[in-house]
């Protein structure tokens, strides 16, 4: 929270809509996927894989944010 709270001092309200939004809908959409199953095979079996691709997906995610000019909280 003191992370947003400087966010806001130094980049504005802009920023702190933009990251309210983002970790509203990250929070929804993290409840929603509850509801479906995975869309992705078990990569249980396989650590090396499972580790490199959930950092491709974060590092992708957070990048979009970033651009965008928010964080995810």
């Known amino acids: 929270m003191l992370g947003i709270l400087l ?5 504005g309200k802009k920023f702190a ?8 809908a990250f929070a929804a ?4 996927y509850g509801y479906f199953p995975p869309l992705l095979p ?6 090396i894989t499972a580790a490199v691709l959930g950092g ?3 590092g ?8 965008a000019g928010a964080a995810s909280g």
């Open 7 to 11: 966010g806001i001092v130094i980049f």
């Open 17 to 24: 809509g933009a990251s309210l939004l983002a970790s509203v």
């Open 29 to 32: 959409f993290y409840g929603l």
């Open 42 to 47: 078990d990569l249980s079996q396989v650590p």
């Open 56 to 58: 491709l997906f974060v």
């Open 60 to 67: 992708l995610g957070e990048g979009l944010l970033l651009k």
